[in-house]
């Protein structure tokens, strides 16, 4: 797949007035990806960087709008313009916070209904980054997703050590799983004699199992 879309939030508080006030402005936008010509993984970031930056100067437009103007037949099974949500938080987390006498504090909750296919959460904090992965339970079990966020941090890996690489060579698989591909599951080398013809071979088959 060359054309990907993938959705994500953005906090859409731009204007200085909408600091100071309390409320939901989150807004979604829709990336949308050319993978096309197999780039490396520095002139794929580039064009993504470049395609963020023209969306973030529309991010006031409301996301049912976008929907309205493109898609055409809307099918209520699944998400309109994309399946796949990254979010990213990149707010360090304040605690306890103290409002003329009120004290507000996070409340934790765990979300029962996948909103979308999957859901990449990225967490910057004091020590990191931190991943979690949401997704529906009628698309995949939990060992898919494992293998997914394994082989995502492979991708990174390679990337890092390889960013002028073409996407498509870059490697996903850990050693084990390379060697199981390659040398386990493709070790297909067999001894045959060399004196009798493949002829010879199926009729001791017959013989040996009527």
Known sequence: ???????????????????????FFVNTLALRSD????????????????????AYDHQQVPFEKVVDQVVVT???STTPLFQV?????????????????MNLAPYD???????????????????????SIEYCTDLYDQKTIEH????????????????????GDLSML???EE?????VFNDTQVEYPKDKTVIDLFEEQVKNNP
């Open 1 to 23: 797949q060359v054309d990907i879309c993938v959705g994500t939030p953005i906090a859409n508080r731009t204007q200085e007035e909408l600091e100071g006030l309390i409320g």
């Open 35 to 54: 993978l096309s010509g197999n780039p490396s993984f520095n002139t794929l970031l580039s064009q993504i960087k470049e395609m963020t930056l023209q």
């Open 74 to 76: 809307r099918d209520m």
């Open 85 to 101: 949500m990254f979010v990213l938080q990149n707010i360090p987390d304040q605690g306890e916070v103290s409002i003329e006498g």
């Open 109 to 131: 909750q765990e979300a029962s209904t996948s909103k979308f296919d999957l859901t990449m959460t990225s967490l910057e904090t004091t020590s990191g980054i931190s991943l």
């Open 148 to 167: 997914m966020a394994v082989h995502y941090c492979e991708l990174l890996s390679s990337i890092v050590d390889n960013p002028d690489m073409a996407i």
């Open 174 to 176: 850990t050693p084990k």
């Open 179 to 183: 060697h199981q591909l390659l040398k």
